[in-house]
Structure formats: C-alpha cells, structure tokens
C-alpha cells in the first residue's frame, strides 16, 4: 500500500515537472517583442530601448574575466555600455537610481540578478554587445546576446546576465 502511494506521488510530481517545464519554454520562446530589445521598470513607468538606441550611446572598451563553468577564467576585451548611461536614456535620472534598494537584471533564459544602485551607478557596469570584436549573438545561434551584462568587478562571472531582456529599479 506505502509503494502504491509512493509511486502515485512520485508520477504526480513528474507530471507536474514536465508540464511547468513546457510552460517556461513556451515562455522563453515568446518573451520578448523584438530581438535586442530591453524593458525598464522603475515605480509605474515603463520604457523599452530597441539595440540601435543602446548601441548609439558612448561606447567603451574594457576587458573583463569570464570564468563559466566550460572553460576556466580568461581575459575577454569587450565592447559596450554603462548601463547607468542606458538608464538615463530609459528616462531614470541617476536620483532616482540612488534612490532604488535594488536594480534587477533578467535573462531570457530566466536567470535574475540583483545589484546595489550604487554599484550601478559605478563604472563597473556594463551592457555589453560584442565580445572580442564580434556581436555576441544570441541565444538561439549559442551566443550570449544580444546583450550581456557584466559586472568587471566580479572575478567569478556569477552576476553576469546573458540575454538581457528586463531592468527594474525597486
């Protein structure tokens, strides 16, 4: 009888696995209106900024360590922007940016990461767009793109944010 209901929860529990699975891949494949294009969240507003509005503004050149879990840490030269600079073109105003607890960064690929408005306030990080002088690409031609987050300070790579897609300001 145990084994009975042990199987039943066990076969449940997978049925369920593979039903929120197939919701968050249809989700991942639907997200997004245009490839390339960020949404910014801060109180009730909203504004979107396409590749072309973010790739006009001031570009750098930095290099960075990327550290994934296929390769050990390399330095990488990459090419973008600060992301406190596509905020402002977004409409937020570097006090309303202070006056955030938290700035979030969300991947197509679901993955989220959270940051201090002062760090984005810093020149520490960016949006990147090309990676050893070529586009980064996208998600479904295996790059990391159209836009990646990178945080330079973070020697491990593990607040960096492939496939940018969402800012919020919270």
Not at 30 to 39: F, K, S
Not at 117 to 140: I, R, T
């Amino acid at each position: 009888m145990k084994n009975k209901k042990l199987i039943l929860v066990i076969a449940i529990l997978a049925v369920v696995t593979l039903a929120l699975g197939y919701i968050n891949m249809r989700s991942i494949n639907n997200a997004g209106t245009e490839e390339g294009t960020i949404t910014f969240k801060w109180g009730e507003n909203t504004a979107a900024l396409s590749f072309e509005e973010i790739t006009v503004i001031e570009n750098h050149e930095f290099k960075a360590i990327e550290d994934t879990s296929t390769s050990g840490p390399a330095s990488r030269k990459y090419k973008g922007v600060f992301l406190k600079d596509v905020l402002n073109r977004a409409g937020i105003d570097d006090s309303t940016i202070e006056s955030a607890t938290r700035v979030t960064v969300k991947g197509l690929d679901g993955y989220v990461i959270a940051m201090a408005a002062q760090e984005v306030l810093s020149d520490n990080v960016y949006l990147a767009f090309e990676k050893n002088g070529k586009p980064l690409g996208n998600m479904k031609n295996g790059g990391s793109g159209p836009f990646q987050l990178i945080a330079v300070s973070d020697s491990f790579s593990q607040r960096w944010c492939k496939y940018v897609i969402e800012v919020n300001l919270e």
